[in-house]
């Protein structure tokens, strides 16, 4: 992770897309603005999400089997929801690049503590 952070610090630079740091207005609207494209990344992610889920039920409709069906639709999306998800971790670089964070340390440091959280979600045991 500490690479992949590098590597968007250096590439946002050399493509001049690094967040406005000349005053707080413009730091401000820079913040905001890739805010703004962040959220619309994450909704091309839920897009790809529901063409899958379109494309299951139309195969299994035409008499596929459901396991078969959904198998088949994360391949149809497979290319362009890994495009969608790097350009999410594009602009969580990009923020986190901007504050300083080291996301590696703070990825693990936040795991642990939802591990050891006492109202966590619970899941369902599979038998």
């Known amino acids: 992770m500490k690479e992949l952070q ?6 946002q630079a ?15 609207a820079s ?8 959220t619309t990344e994450v909704a091309e992610v839920a897009e790809e999400l529901r063409k899958a ?9 035409n008499g596929m089997d459901e396991r078969e069906a959904f198998e088949a639709a994360k391949d149809a ?12 971790i594009a602009y969580i670089t990009k923020f986190a690049n ?16 939802v591990r050891n959280r006492k109202n966590r979600d619970v899941g369902v045991i599979k038998k």
């Open 53 to 61: 889920f379109n494309h299951t039920n139309t195969l299994i409709n």
């Open 31 to 38: 913040l905001l603005n890739n805010y703004m494209l962040l």
């Open 6 to 11: 590098a590597f968007a610090k250096n590439y």
């Open 14 to 28: 050399e493509m001049n897309w690094e967040i406005s740091t000349d005053n707080y207005e413009r730091t401000r």
């Open 98 to 113: 901007y504050f300083e964070v080291d996301l590696e340390d703070s990825f693990y440091q936040k795991m642990e503590e």
């Open 77 to 88: 999306v497979r290319e362009d929801i890994g495009k969608e998800l790097a350009d999410c």
